[in-house]
């Protein structure tokens, strides 16, 4: 079966640009969240979705936002990006919300973004 | 706030030296503790969940172990390929649908 699956695996922006990442979730898995892991750090939360609506957002700002289609996968958006936004953008699917099951989390390879 | 916190940062042994990591946090509602294993440039990949404090899980040469305000991951006998990022995490019971990572500790296991 296969896992979690991110788009683009990598890509270079400029400053001031917008980028769209992709994610399909393992089938069957209908929570898909969305964490940023700037490196040598921890992932840090932005958002969850669950059945389509959002269940849980991160401290991050308004230029960041997400959606989930009927099929359960998702996309990232981020508008006029910053240098500060370079990082590896993980994806992670799970079969319900958190604590309905037993809560562990499915991460893709992620999608490197290099802003210059 | 939340927080959880991972020591050492950085964890040198030679092949078949013991050792453990500890993760600390501080959450309103634990709902459930996480070890995760990540691999350069890689996601990071589910170990075990932790629930209640005394509760323990094993996987080979990892056992992780939960008490109030932390939990340890125990290395036996460690090889160079159990090199990576240990991530701790916790899922909190209040505030939201969301799961709050440590910064992790890069064990490096040298042959």
């Known amino acids: 079966d296969a896992g979690v699956t991110q788009s683009p695996t990598h890509l270079i922006k400029t400053r001031g640009q917008h980028v769209t990442l992709r994610c399909s979730p393992i089938?069957?898995?209908?929570?898909v969240s969305w964490y940023q892991q700037v490196l040598g750090q921890g992932p840090q939360f932005i958002f969850q979705?669950?059945?389509?609506?959002?269940?849980g957002r991160g401290n991050f700002p308004d230029r960041f936002s997400a959606r989930q289609f009927p099929n359960y996968s998702s996309e990232l958006n981020v508008n006029a990006l910053l240098l500060g936004d370079s990082a590896l953008y993980l994806c992670?699917?799970?079969?319900?919300?958190?604590?309905?099951?037993?809560?562990?989390?499915?991460f893709g390879e992620g999608s490197r973004l290099t802003v210059l | 706030e939340d927080q959880v916190t991972q020591s050492p940062e950085a964890l040198r042994l030679q092949e078949g030296e013991s050792s453990s990591l500890n993760c600390s946090y501080t959450?309103?509602?634990?709902?459930?503790l996480f070890w995760y294993r990540q691999d350069p440039g890689k996601g990071p990949e589910f170990l075990f969940t932790?629930?209640?404090a005394g509760e323990e899980k094993e996987k080979e040469r990892l056992k992780a172990t939960l008490t109030k305000k932390e939990s340890f991951l125990h290395i036996t006998a460690p090889k160079p390929e159990d090199s990576a990022t240990y991530l701790c995490?916790?899922?909190?019971?209040?505030?939201?649908?969301?799961?709050?990572f440590g910064a992790g500790t890069r064990l490096f296991v040298k042959a």
């Open positions: 992670a699917s799970s079969l319900g919300l958190a604590g309905e099951n037993t809560g562990e989390l499915f």
């Open positions: 089938s069957g898995h209908k929570s």
């Open positions: 979705y669950y059945e389509k609506e959002e269940r």
């Open positions: 959450v309103s509602g634990l709902r459930g």
């Open positions: 932790l629930y209640s």
């Open positions: 995490a916790v899922k909190e019971r209040s505030g939201g649908f969301k799961t709050i």
